[in-house]
């Protein structure tokens, strides 16, 4: 195996252990039952969510799961 596979193949590793963590570390959607008991609130953080810490963690799992994709294919492909 060449250098570049193996420094590819960590940063593989890498964006798989952040994915964990993100996904770990973003909030619950437990609003269903709370829009039925008319406990969800209509605040500052609930209209801007995607400027506040929730929307920037699921923006950057969604560009960490990409960049998963995108590198499982090409580990797959054996491009290297």
Known sequence: MSTLSYVVGV???LICLALVVLVLAQEGKNQGLGAIQ???E???????????TEG??????????VAFIVLSIILNMHMF
Not at 42 to 51: E, F, I, M, S, V
Not at 56 to 63: A, G, N, Q
């Open 56 to 65: 920037i963690l699921k923006t950057v799992t969604v560009v960490l799961s």
């Open 38 to 40: 008319g406990t969800v």
């Open 11 to 13: 940063i593989f590793i």
């Open 42 to 52: 209509n605040t500052y953080w609930g209209k801007n969510r995607g400027r506040s």
